[in-house]
């Protein structure tokens, strides 16, 4: 990923756009904010393609030739992960890429097993893949992020993945079912942790989670609020659509 000149240039275009109070970081701190309406992943019949990328660990969601690339780094167990995805930037940012204007990449990182205990982001990680199988990747992201148990409690068992699949039409079958009940994906897991530490490597903390990468430039720490601004958070992104000579090429 691009990092220096890139870096403060992205960091002086945030700075035109994040509003006072938002700048925080790392993962486990929430902050407070009004419950919005649960919506659907993506409303209508024009869902986004949604494919695994040729590098075997990335989730692609949204037309290839969209303006611009968000790549999300996400913990399933992450409850600042699920401070985006439902009350922040999230529905956001799937309603831009329901449009075109953007194309959102995952990469799921499984590390707060190692640091809490169990085996929840695991197990939710290899779920997800198997829902990437079944073309219904979209809409179990969302529901596992507002069914989110507490990071504590390592609450993302097989039965409570298979419970949240019910919520999304179509995708419980014996296929589906089983790849959940074997960690069919075990590997696919295991490479995703080591994207996720690649990706990190050249920052001293490491990436955290949520983390951004717009069109290839990670978005700096100190602007890391601006995710869990919804408006803020869309503004940007524009910004990144329409005015591209602001943007590192």
């Given at each position: 990923?691009?990092v220096g000149r890139g870096r403060r240039r992205?960091?002086?275009?945030?700075?035109?756009?994040?509003?006072?109070?938002?700048?925080?970081?790392?993962?486990?701190?929430?902050?407070?904010?009004?419950?919005?309406?649960?919506?659907?992943?993506?409303?209508?019949?024009?869902?986004?393609?949604?494919?695994?990328?040729?590098?075997?660990?990335?989730?692609?969601?949204?037309?290839?030739?969209?303006?611009?690339?968000?790549?999300?780094?996400?913990?399933?167990?992450?409850?600042?992960?699920?401070?985006?995805?439902?009350?922040?930037?999230?529905?956001?940012?799937?309603?831009?890429?329901?449009?075109?204007?953007?194309?959102?990449?995952?990469?799921?990182?499984?590390?707060?097993?190692?640091?809490?205990?169990?085996?929840?982001?695991?197990?939710?990680?290899?779920?997800?893949?198997?829902?990437?199988?079944?073309?219904?990747?979209?809409e179990y992201h969302a529901v596992l992020y507002?069914?989110?148990?507490?990071?504590?409690?390592?609450?993302?068992?097989?039965?409570?993945?298979?419970?949240?699949?019910?919520?999304?039409?179509?995708?419980?079958?014996?296929?589906?079912?089983?790849?959940?009940?074997?960690?069919?994906?075990?590997?696919?897991?295991?490479?995703?942790?080591?994207?996720?530490?690649?990706?990190?490597?050249?920052?001293?903390?490491?990436?955290?989670?949520?983390?951004?990468?717009?069109?290839?430039?990670?978005?700096?720490?100190?602007?890391?609020?601006?995710?869990?601004?919804?408006?803020?958070?869309?503004?940007?992104?524009?910004?990144?659509?329409?005015?591209?000579?602001?943007?590192?090429?």
């Open positions: 990923m691009r992205l960091a002086a275009l945030a700075l035109m756009l994040v509003l006072p109070g938002l700048l925080s970081s790392g993962c486990g701190e929430r902050t407070p904010r009004q419950p919005s309406p649960k919506k659907a992943a993506y409303d209508g019949p024009a869902k986004p393609p949604e494919k695994l990328d040729v590098d075997g660990t990335t989730i692609v969601v949204g037309d290839p030739k969209a303006p611009v690339t968000v790549h999300l780094y996400e913990d399933p167990r992450c409850p600042v992960c699920q401070e985006f995805e439902v009350t922040g930037g999230g529905p956001a940012l799937r309603a831009l890429t329901q449009r075109r204007e953007t194309k959102t990449e995952y990469t799921f990182a499984s590390f707060l097993d190692g640091k809490v205990g169990g085996g929840g982001s695991k197990r939710a990680v290899n779920a997800l893949r198997a829902a990437l199988e079944a073309g219904k990747f979209a507002r069914h989110q148990p507490a990071e504590a409690v390592d609450g993302y068992t097989n039965a409570l993945l298979l419970k949240l699949a019910g919520k999304v039409a179509g995708l419980r079958g014996p296929a589906f079912d089983s790849a959940v009940k074997t960690m069919k994906y075990r590997e696919f897991v295991d490479r995703s942790e080591r994207a996720y530490d690649r990706a990190g490597a050249d920052t001293p903390r490491g990436l955290g989670t949520p983390a951004a990468v717009i069109n290839g430039v990670q978005m700096p720490e100190e602007y890391f609020g601006m995710l869990f601004d919804r408006k803020a958070f869309t503004r940007f992104l524009r910004l990144m659509r329409y005015q591209p000579g602001q943007w590192p090429s």
